[in-house]
């Protein structure tokens, strides 16, 4: 295919430049966010009946029920292929280990004498889990969001995905579904499942917040209900998938056009950036996306996927780091001479694969990290999912008598200065009550 043509960064307008980095998906915003309001509206006032007829609708399968009982889990799951049980197994394991480690303490301190605070830690109690469907299943995604709501401790883990075309959840998403205790597995996908889990339905339970990437409907989705008061919470804008690959001449272009790739074939709506500092060696990375292209299964994507593409060459490696910052990718990943030193350079990105070895795809599935990532540059100010993203802190104060004595003035004179005087009485009344007392 003809991939775009390079864009030489220093030479380009601020308009071009703005260009360059634009999400594809966020073209056509306003008549997704007209269309998903419809959803949104329509699941809120009939519930299951409006989610069975929008499945119908875009996923082409009718459905008389929702829910999956645990028979049909079980049973299911059971015909999971024995090598894709083994790397569900081993991926697992690296999941669990690394959001265990993520466990926070509780800390309980004295900052006066008598005044005692503390923070304490607890998990949210009911999580809704989106798990895209669309072209292939996600048993990855199951994982990362499921392993974590187990680890946290959450009571209650409400997993909705996209049914195929013949009315099933594939064996793998509920082998991996078993495998981090989720029994409450529902068969709608899109903005009306993130409908039923924000307002609740005859069948979907209300949750207290919603986990997951998606398409732009779901991204938009999840922003809607998480705007409304009797919506639900959401972990972060998590749309389609994009990457960026940060490199220089001494990067291997065969390993470069595969993490390309590797991003592309997610979706037609996926991004793939490659910034680098030599135009030469990256008009070499477009001819071996090519050669690689024609040998991918999923092809027909990838390549629509690959029209989003840029390729853009600064002047120097130091420039080519301001255009990564300024892009804030989902996924960065550096293959430069010096990439561990490059990597302590990069402020904004989801998540950072450091080295030749260290493809996107590791964190996809295997390494431990967590690949639900913020996208469409939210990583300037929102972080990857983890353990406390399911959990709520809060925090406790126990004052003793003299406690409120040895801080009463300062509360006092605050809240007179503030204009309270009923703050200022809620200490001043226990203060004269205990004088009477003496």
């Known amino acids: 295919m003809k991939l775009p043509s390079p864009i030489f960064w220093q030479k380009s307008s601020a308009s071009e430049r703005e260009n360059a980095l634009a999400r594809p998906a966020l073209a056509d915003s306003a008549s997704v966010k007209k269309a998903v309001s419809l959803i949104l509206s329509e699941v809120r006032s009939e519930g299951d009946v409006a989610i069975c007829r929008l499945t119908e609708k875009f996923d082409q399968v009718r459905l008389t029920h929702l829910k999956l009982e645990q028979n049909q889990i079980t049973e299911i799951a059971s015909t999971t292929p024995a090598n894709v049980k083994t790397a569900i197994d081993l991926a697992y394991d690296n999941i669990h280990r690394f959001h265990a480690a993520q466990f926070p303490k509780d800390i309980k301190i004295e900052t006066q004498p008598g005044v005692l605070c503390e923070q304490k830690h607890s998990a949210l109690e009911k999580v809704g889990l989106y798990i895209p469907g669309g072209t292939a299943p996600l048993p990855s995604t199951v994982l990362m969001l499921g392993v974590s709501a187990q680890v946290a401790g959450c009571d209650r883990k409400i997993l909705c995905t996209p049914p195929s075309s013949e009315g099933r959840i594939a064996a793998e998403i509920l082998y991996a579904a078993q495998k981090c205790g989720i029994t409450e597995v529902f068969m709608c996908g899109g903005a009306q499942a993130i409908a039923g889990m924000a307002y609740g339905t005859q069948s979907i339970p209300k949750v207290d917040k919603i986990f997951g ?101 600064t002047d120097d490696i130091e420039q080519a780091i301001d255009v990564t910052n300024l892009y804030a990718a989902e996924h960065l990943i550096i293959q430069t001479k010096d990439a561990e030193h490059i990597g302590n350079k990069v402020k ?41 993203d399911f959990m709520r802190r809060y925090t406790v104060q126990t004052i003793s008598q003299q406690g409120l004595v040895n801080i009463s003035s300062a509360i006092v004179n605050l809240a007179m200065a503030e204009g309270l005087d009923a703050h200022a009485n809620a200490v001043s009344i226990r203060l004269k009550q205990d004088a009477n007392n003496v």
């Open 213 to 313: 990437p998606g398409n732009s409907f779901v991204t938009e989705a999840k922003q809607q209900v998480s705007q409304q008061a009797f919506g639900a919470a959401i972990d972060m804008p998590a749309g389609p998938s994009e990457v960026l690959v940060l490199a220089d001449k001494h990067a291997n272009q065969a390993f470069v056009a595969a993490d390309l790739l590797s991003q592309a074939e997610h979706g037609s709506d996926s991004q793939a950036i490659l910034v680098c500092d030599d135009g030469e060696w990256t008009l070499s990375v477009q001819a071996e996306i090519n050669k690689q292209l024609a040998m991918l299964n999923r092809k027909s994507i990838a390549e629509k996927a690959m029209n989003n593409s840029r390729f853009i060459v």
């Open 348 to 388: 904004n990105a989801g998540s950072i694969f450091v080295g030749p070895y260290s493809p996107e795809s590791a964190g996809d599935y295997a390494s431990g990290t967590n690949h639900v990532l913020p996208t469409y540059g939210f990583a300037r100010n929102y972080s990857s999912l983890g353990l406390l």
